[in-house]
């Protein structure tokens, strides 16, 4: 699936804004206590969101930026 430069924009920052979310809110929230195959799981996927999301984002600005 291909997707276009200002759905990659949208997609990112989506992303990217979710995953910061997660990153402040997860001592808050108690994700930090979580058993041990748990919090590493919740770690891991709030840090694979936030970095798909900018990566993604800064794909889209690239590209924008290309074609005009």
Same mark, same amino acid.
């Given at each position: ?16 804004? $979710?995953?910061?979310l997660?990153?402040? *809110?997860?001592?808050? /929230? &108690?994700w +930090?206590? #979580? ?5 590493? $799981? ?5 840090? *694979?969101?936030?970095? /798909? &999301?900018? +990566?993604? #984002? ?11």
């Open positions: 699936m291909i997707l276009s430069t200002q759905r990659k924009l949208g997609l990112g920052s989506m992303l990217a804004a $979710l995953g910061a997660g990153i402040v *809110l997860a001592p808050w /929230l &108690g +930090t206590e #979580a058993p041990r195959p748990w919090g590493f $799981l919740l770690g891991f996927l709030v840090g *694979l969101i936030s970095g /798909l &999301g900018g +990566t993604l #984002a800064i794909a889209g600005l690239i590209e924008r930026r290309r074609n005009r």
